[in-house]
Structure formats: C-alpha cells, structure tokens
C-alpha cells in the first residue's frame, strides 16, 4: 500500500507560494514516502502470504532455497511456506495438511494403495504452476519404500456438461483437458 505523502499541507500559508519552500516540501514529499512504503515493506515481510521482494530474499537465505530466474513472487512464497510447514513425524495426517497448506482444502486427491505400497496425488489444474514444488515436498514426507505418482487431476466430461458444443469450439482438445475453463 503506497502512501502518497503531501508535507506542504502543514506549512503557513505565507510561506506555502515561495519557490523555495515548494522544493523543500517536494524533496520531503519524496523522502517521507520512501520511508513509508519501506516502513510497510517491513510489516508485509512478517508474513509469509505477504512476502515482498526482500522479504523472499531473506527467507530463501535461511531455509537453502534456489530460487529460479523465472520465479514468481507468488511461487517463492509458495516454496517458502512449503518448506516451513515441514515437520517431522510425517504422517498420513500430516501430509493431508501439508497438502491442504499447499493447494488448498479440495484442490487435491490423495490416494493409498498399501498393498502396493504406492502414493498417488492428483492436484488442481488451478494448482499446475506448483506442481514441481508440491511433488518435491510430497517426496520429502513420505516413507522411502513408497512409491510416488504426482498428477493433475485433468478436465473431465462432467465439467463440460454445463457449456454448449459452440462454446467448448473455441479450445483445443488440449486446452479442454488441461486447462482451466472460465465461464
């Protein structure tokens, strides 16, 4: 939230037209809002949702994150609070939880197949940009004689029946089974 600071609203009104005093409230001006917005800056970075720029920066240090070049803000948050919500003893509660921390309540399916010992995890496509992070934490947690499959839950012929044939004409067969549809 940037403040937009007018310092020239307190000055005499005798001195408010001089040249002089209009430069000094101009420099302030500028002054006093970077002040503010870095004073703002401060309180955002105490939260993981809210992390800024340096706030990311910071965390990453601490956590022996790498982020990537073609990171997002919001997928350097994400890894972050991937990272923290990491708790050991996994368990299978617990690995619901960090899912749900993750992609949120219902944006995934989980499934185990103990005969098999096998663990497989469908996510959201509204999730898709995430997919490697939630597949790299899911590994972490569980239980190395498990084996893993990590998927996106892709469209299917139920989430169609609500759009006419000449809607759904606009997308391509891929665009229909991976992508999420607006309307």
Not at 90 to 114: F, W
Not at 125 to 153: C, G, Q, W
Not at 156 to 169: D, E, I, N
């Amino acid at each position: 939230m940037l403040k937009n600071v007018d310092i020239s609203i307190y000055q005499p009104l005798i001195i408010k037209d001089y040249r002089e005093f209009k430069k000094i409230a101009e420099i302030e001006n500028t002054i006093l809002t970077d002040c503010w917005s870095n004073s703002n800056n401060v309180f955002l970075d105490q939260f993981i949702e809210t992390l800024t720029e340096n706030g990311c920066k910071r965390w990453e240090k601490i956590l022996n994150i790498q982020p990537k070049g073609t990171d997002t803000l919001e997928v350097r948050r994400f890894r972050i609070k991937s990272r923290i919500n990491e708790d050991l003893p996994y368990t299978y509660n617990a690995l619901l939880n960090a899912l749900d921390n993750l992609c949120g309540k219902g944006q995934y399916e989980v499934t185990l197949y103990n005969d098999e010992y096998r663990l497989k995890v469908l996510i959201e496509l509204t999730v898709k940009k995430l997919f490697d992070e939630v597949e790299s934490t899911v590994k972490r947690m569980i239980p190395a004689n498990l084996i893993l499959e990590v998927n996106l839950r892709y469209n299917q012929y139920l989430q169609f029946k609500k759009y006419t044939y000449g809607q759904l004409s606009v997308y391509t067969n891929r665009q229909l089974r991976e992508e999420v549809l607006n309307g």
